[in-house]
Structures are given as structure tokens and as C-alpha cells.
């Protein structure tokens, strides 16, 4: 019998075993989703999830939901790993701008084996090619991580995943 502790390898355990936990997806508002949708798909690689079973085409899946006029499939983007393993990424377009620092944010993990300043060269490496997609180095905490914005200037991280 396991005792109950969490563990990302072995799962969550209570006394009449595993427990599944819910999926999760993340939602980001944003002003512009097709711009964010380019960002994010090269960030994580992620592609455009397919609309929903019986519609051919989101716009004919946004189409049951009597949108306002001025609304449209633009106004969004939904993101997925290509394999379906993460969480969903919702990308919405909202009327109001950002105005505070992110409560949430995403870490982007570049593989963690080798020592310190292979680490360090892999992290400045992502962060060099999400430069390129758009986003802005925010600060490095140096041999560390390295705090990075996309196009609207919502926050994440890159760093090292644990070795092993």
C-alpha cells in the first residue's frame, strides 16, 4: 500500500489506490489570439486543436453560439501537444488590457541533464530562439533561469527540468 504522498512518477494514492486527477487546460486573454496562437505553437510546440466532433471547422463549431457580430473565430485560438499529452492552451481575446503581473505562469523546462553551464547554455539557447518568435528577455537569474514575456507581455519562465 502506498502512503498517501504525492509523487509526479507514481501518481496520486489515496487508500483505495490511484486517484486520477482532473485534466487541466490553461486560459491566457489576450488582444490579439492569432498572434499569440503563432507565438505559443513555437514555443511549445503545440499545433491548432481540431474543433470538436461533429464540425469540420471551428468556425462552424463557433457558429452554434449565436456570437455577437463584431465576434469571430479570430477572437481565439485553442492549442494542443500534437500527441494530446499536456494541458490544452485557450488563447481569448479580451476587451481590457493586461495590467498586473501574471498570477499564473508557464515554465518552459529545456532538458536538465549534464553539469551547471550545460544547463545554463540550453536555457539562454530557448530563450534566444522564443526571442526570435517574438518575446523579450524580462530578466536572468544567471545559471538559473531566465524570465521572458510573449508578444503581449505575459510572463513565463525557461529553465532547467530536474535531471533524471
Not at 77 to 86: Q, S, Y
Request: hydrophobic share 40%.
Amino acid at each position: 500500500m502506498h502512503d498517501g504522498a504525492w509523487s509526479c512518477k507514481a501518481g496520486l494514492w489515496n487508500r483505495y489506490g490511484p486517484v486520477m486527477a482532473a485534466r487541466i487546460d490553461l486560459t491566457l486573454d489576450c488582444a490579439d489570439a492569432r498572434l499569440l496562437a503563432r507565438f505559443w505553437k513555437t514555443a511549445l510546440g503545440y499545433v491548432d486543436e481540431p474543433p470538436p466532433a461533429p464540425f469540420a471547422t471551428r468556425e462552424e463549431w463557433l457558429a452554434q453560439f449565436d456570437l455577437p457580430e463584431d465576434e469571430s473565430a479570430d477572437d481565439a485560438a485553442w492549442l494542443c501537444a500534437p500527441d494530446g499529452t499536456g494541458p490544452r492552451l485557450s488563447i481569448l481575446r479580451v476587451p481590457e488590457p493586461k495590467t498586473a503581473k501574471n498570477r499564473l505562469h508557464i515554465d518552459i523546462r529545456v532538458p536538465g541533464h549534464g553539469g551547471p553551464e550545460e544547463r545554463w547554455a540550453r536555457i539562454r539557447a530557448e530563450a534566444g530562439r522564443l526571442v526570435a518568435a517574438g518575446g523579450r528577455v524580462l530578466h536572468e537569474f544567471d545559471g538559473h533561469h531566465i524570465v521572458m514575456a510573449d508578444p503581449e507581455g505575459n510572463e513565463f519562465c525557461v529553465a532547467a527540468a530536474s535531471p533524471g
